[in-house]
């Protein structure tokens, strides 16, 4: 157990939707990333948060967007869903000094 | 920016052997470079890093080696198991700021 918590587990919904997609970050971390990982495929970096601040970007589509919140949990929206959307979402925490990152256990979205 | 290239993009050796995965990056100035293991169906999970002012880091079956002048690091893993079977992410990290760049991952398969 990472200490990263992420919810829902599985979420399914139809194209056209939006959904809210979950993360707690471990005590102490200030950062949250955000990933996301298609079928049989590599990690594609989406957006960093820092201490409630956006600190990097990835390739993120404009229908997606994210937050942190001041207790440093975070959430991603996606919306207007397509069926491509449909992969797992991780979200990644770690400290400020630190390079080390530590993933949670993933939300399986799958868009139908 | 940083990029990593990561090969090979599968790699089946037989129980017993060892396995080698290498990675290449092109900025010179990243000084932190993590392995990551994936089971099938489950979060990324840290298993060795090592930083720049290190040229090679052991824990039990598992070692990384890191050439600065090539700008390449490795991973050994030696006497494989059946368990080892799992997608393997390199990254590195630029010091300007606190992301990973990620290889595209390295599918180890471990024939009995």
């Known amino acids: 157990d990472s200490g990263v918590t992420q919810t829902p587990k599985h979420l399914i919904t139809a194209t056209g939707q939006r959904v809210t997609l979950r993360c707690s970050p471990r005590s102490g971390d200030l950062s949250v990333y955000w990933y996301q990982q298609s079928l049989d495929q590599g990690l594609q970096f989406l957006i960093q948060y820092y201490n409630g601040e956006e600190r990097a970007k990835g390739n993120i589509l404009e229908r997606f967007s994210a937050q942190q919140f001041p207790d440093l949990h975070s959430e991603l929206n996606l919306s207007s869903l397509e069926l491509g959307d449909s992969a797992l979402y991780f979200c990644?925490?770690?400290?400020?000094?630190?390079?080390?990152?530590?993933f949670g256990p993933g939300t399986r979205l799958t868009v139908t | 920016g940083e990029n990593v290239e990561q090969h090979p993009s599968t790699l089946s050796v037989q129980e017993g052997d060892s396995a080698v995965i290498k990675c290449t990056y092109s900025?010179?100035?990243?000084?932190?470079f993590p392995w990551y293991k994936q089971e099938l169906g489950k979060r990324p999970q840290l298993i060795i890093d090592i930083r720049s002012n290190v040229g090679e880091k052991k824990d039990q079956r598992i070692a990384v080696t890191l050439n600065k002048t090539a700008k390449h690091f490795s991973l050994h893993i030696t006497e494989t198991q059946p368990e080892d079977s799992a997608v393997y992410f390199c990254a590195a990290s630029p010091p300007s700021n606190y992301q990973l760049i990620w290889g595209a991952g390295t599918k180890l398969i471990i024939k009995p």
């Open positions: 900025d010179s100035a990243s000084n932190y």
């Open positions: 990644a925490s770690g400290g400020g000094a630190a390079y080390e990152q530590y």
